[in-house]
């Protein structure tokens, strides 16, 4: 499409419609376009306040660098999700709670120290350390690392209690990134949690906590599995955005990918008007529970 990376890089800024060729060329570019793609993030992470709130390049890149699985944006990464909570609630849309552990696993190379460490930091929000903790997970699920080294750091971390009784958001988080790890041994911290009040009951009840822990662990890892799956293709992870107003988006996609399998469509950035919902948002049924907890709960 492009022979120079400029233009690529304008085309995915504020496309009116599903940039699939421009994605092409950049997968075709990536080598160029990498470096220039986490400069980008570092502009964004360090001045979102003047950047234009109709440029997506930010967005789009942060699921390219996670695709080609380059590391070196790591860190930049966790910059973009920090702003979660530093300019007052804002986030990077669903990206965070429903594609942010597939993004951090891609690009932390494995090291769960520093996944750890983003998660104590005091300027960060609960669902940003969610991100963090299920990235962990992911780890496990994608045989990156061993089950136990996870299970061994969240207990500790349940027993050291590193957060504030009040931070709701936190904890239920990570007892939610313990459900996902299959949580039986784990049991002992959160039952406690629950108890307390310090779990939030309408993401997960501790009955199904408990009914969890009782089934076959390899059963519940493979189910898990396919929920968190790499970022392997951007065009389809972000081909549900409501940000493409044009109607021919999706069949421009489908178009373009015919041959691919069908797959979950990757969670909506928040600030669209696309019906897609994301696992923590209230059920479009109209119940009052979140969409994980009603419609889009687990089979039992």
Not at 209 to 217: G, N, Q, W
Not at 239 to 262: E, I, L, M, V
Request: charged content about 30%; glycine content about 4%; proline content about 6%.
């Amino acid at each position: 499409m492009h022979e120079s990376p400029e233009p690529i890089l304008q085309s995915l800024r504020q496309p009116q419609k599903l940039p699939v060729e421009a994605l092409k060329a950049a997968n075709s570019n990536r080598a160029r376009l990498a470096p220039l793609l986490i400069q980008e993030l570092q502009k964004f992470s360090a001045d979102y306040q003047r950047c234009d709130p109709n440029d997506c390049l930010a967005m789009i890149a942060i699921y390219l660098l996670a695709e080609w699985e380059e590391c070196d944006a790591f860190e930049t990464v966790l910059e973009c999700f920090a702003l979660d909570d530093r300019y007052g609630g804002y986030e990077l849309g669903d990206l965070i709670t429903e594609d942010g552990p597939a993004i951090l696993a891609a690009l932390c190379r494995g090291d769960l120290d520093a996944l750890e460490r983003f998660t104590e930091r005091k300027d960060i929000s609960g669902w940003a350390r969610g991100a963090a903790f299920k990235a962990m997970v992911v780890l496990v699920l994608w045989g990156k690392v061993p089950r136990e080294n996870v299970v061994t750091r969240f207990a500790w971390i349940f027993r050291r209690k590193p957060f504030s009784r009040e931070d709701k958001i936190t904890w239920t988080e990570l007892a939610d990134a313990a459900f996902e790890l299959h949580p039986a041994e784990l049991m002992d911290e959160i039952r406690p949690l629950f108890r307390q009040g310090i779990v939030d009951p309408v993401a997960t009840t501790l009955d199904e906590f408990e009914r969890e822990a009782k089934r076959d662990r390899a059963t519940c890892l493979r189910r898990n599995s396919e929920r968190f799956r790499p970022i392997t293709d951007t065009a389809r992870s972000i081909s549900c955005w409501g940000q493409w107003n044009d109607p021919s988006a999706k069949r421009n996609f489908d178009t373009a990918h015919a041959s691919y399998p069908q797959e979950k469509l990757s969670a909506v950035p928040t600030r669209s008007t696309a019906k897609k919902v994301g696992r923590n948002d209230p059920c479009p049924c109209g119940s009052g529970k979140k969409y994980k907890q009603c419609c889009g709960k687990l089979p039992r």
